[in-house]
């Protein structure tokens, strides 16, 4: 038999350039063929070897100690002889032949073997996920496992293509599969040894468990999701967020972090941070920390491109950092300090900062509110929140988070809406962008900010279009007209009255206003509706008041009946 064996045309890992394939003694190696980094696995690595049919040709999954699962695409009928030959003879490992099922179901039974997880049609293989491709699992349902896809070229910033980027989707496209949900009903047993007060030591207890449960903790021990490769360097508990809503902890390692929630575990490469902001917040009790996610955090069918933490001013914490002291003095020199007792919002920001190297943006200098404070308060539609000016741009935080860069505004247009009464005291501003690209509009601000909100805009070289009147009392001439006219007769008071239409129609809304000033609820919300639903809350308990004050307030007269004599 010759030294080595080549093949042309293959494709490592499902990569979009061919390249050459060459396997000797020693173990086998890949280039390809306009030139690039070369993989080579030495052959005391390979385990294993299958021989199947794949998407240009065969494929040869070679089954490795450390490098995971390496797939070779592109061989043709006649290669699979020289092929078995040759691990046969170098590597000591028969080559396995298998038929993939071809039957198209969808249920079937799931497998965790070594380094993929594969799911079997009639004991034959429908297709396998490698560890080295799933980025998280969450428990979607009481027996539903939604299991989420790395994206393409997000493995330590290299490029899709890549082979050191090897496992990470290194053929991606613009279309991706992203995210796959398994359903598993029913319960399964786990037998577990009852070692209690050192009675029954050989007594072991057979506990049902729900099958979806066992199956996400196998997948996040054999993936790895949850124990990230090293040492967490930091740890903080309960730590509030907004967005999404619940309470985390955050373990901080070398090149990510990890939330750990009640239901949902995330863990987030530190090159995903793409802004990060600290923002103190108008009731001088606590500050937000927001992280600009690029690719944004997804759970199910919703996407939050920024995670809003919310921690006490006054809350201070005493941490020693797990990072060995040639580590801090030669790679976070200057970045991060051995101990730090401080309030815990600067402590998780030095550390965000030190370990993803991002600049910390804060609010401008150039606005403060009339009453002293960064932020404004408003709302995006039924959603109140605040908004921060930045010297490059505006954010919306908490929910929708809205991030607007100060380049890409065309104009802002302050106006007056609502009744006569309500507009002399709130206003709404309205960013258009720039060739056309969409508006946001921020309702309900107070109208004492508007002096300062001008001066800020000005100073930044933004035109403002200005449609509010500052004919005040044109504003009180028109609200005293509309009590004359309410005063009525009674006759026309019966023929106009609508019950509760007129009265939703005319006041102003100042519940909306009245609530603004408490905190964000800090339960956990599994369900993570949107902040509609408590305003449909509000809308129904107002309807109720509405219809026992029309029962009970009914002013029509009784009609009398006529007797006959």
Known sequence: MPRGESFDNIHLDISKEPGKCRLAESGLGWRPSGGGDTFTLDSSNITGAQWSRASKGFELKILSRSAGVIQLDGFETEDLERLTKAFKLWYGINVETREHALRGWNWGKAEFTKAELAFNVQNRPAFDIPYSEISNTNLAGKNEVAVEFATGGDSKGQPAGSTKNRGRKAAAGRDELVEMRFYIPGTTAKE??????????????????????????????????????????????????????????????????????????????????????????????????????????????????????????????????????????????????????????????????????????????????????????????????????????????????????????????????????????????????????????????????????????????????????????????????????MESSDDEAVRADRGSADEDDESPDEDFNASSDSDPAEEYDEDHESSGSDSDAEMADADDADDGKSDGGDSRPVKKTKVSK
Do not use: W
């Open 192 to 485: 577990k040894t009852d070692d209690a007060d050192g009675e029954d030591d050989n007594e072991e207890e057979v506990a049902e468990q729900n099958a979806a449960n066992l199956f996400y903790e196998t997948l996040m021990t054999r993936a790895e999701i949850g124990d990230v490769a090293g040492d967490t360097f930091a740890t903080f508990l309960d730590i509030l967020h907004l967005t999404p809503r619940g309470r985390f902890d955050i373990d901080m390692y070398e090149s990510s972090f990890r939330l750990r929630g009640k239901t949902y575990d995330y863990k987030i490469q530190y090159s995903a941070i793409k802004k990060f902001f600290l923002l103190p917040k108008n009731d001088d009790t606590h500050t937000l920390i927001v992280l600009g996610l690029d690719p944004p955090l997804r759970q199910g069918q919703t996407r939050y491109p920024f995670l809003v933490m919310q921690l006490k001013l006054d809350e201070e914490i005493s941490l020693e950092l797990n990072m060995t002291e040639d580590l801090l003095t030669t790679q976070y020199k200057d970045k991060l300090q051995p101990h730090y007792e401080e309030p815990i919002h600067q402590v998780v920001t030095k550390i965000f900062r030190g370990l993803s190297g991002k600049k910390v943006i804060m609010p401008s200098k150039d606005f403060v509110s009339h009453h002293g404070h960064h932020g404004v308060k408003c709302s995006i539609k039924a959603s109140e929140g605040l908004l921060y000016f930045l010297d490059k741009s505006l954010i919306f935080v908490p929910k929708p988070a809205t991030y607007i860069q100060m380049e890409n505004v065309a104009v802002v247009t302050m106006s007056r809406v609502g009744g006569a009464v309500s507009a002399s005291r709130t206003f709404d501003i309205t960013v258009t962008l720039k060739g056309g690209s969409g508006e946001h509009q921020f309702s309900n601000i107070n109208r004492e900010e508007q002096k300062p909100l001008e001066d800020f805009f000005k100073t930044k070289g933004i035109r403002i279009k200005n449609e509010m009147s500052d004919d005040t009392s044109g504003i009180l001439k028109a609200a005293l007209d509309n009590d004359v006219l």
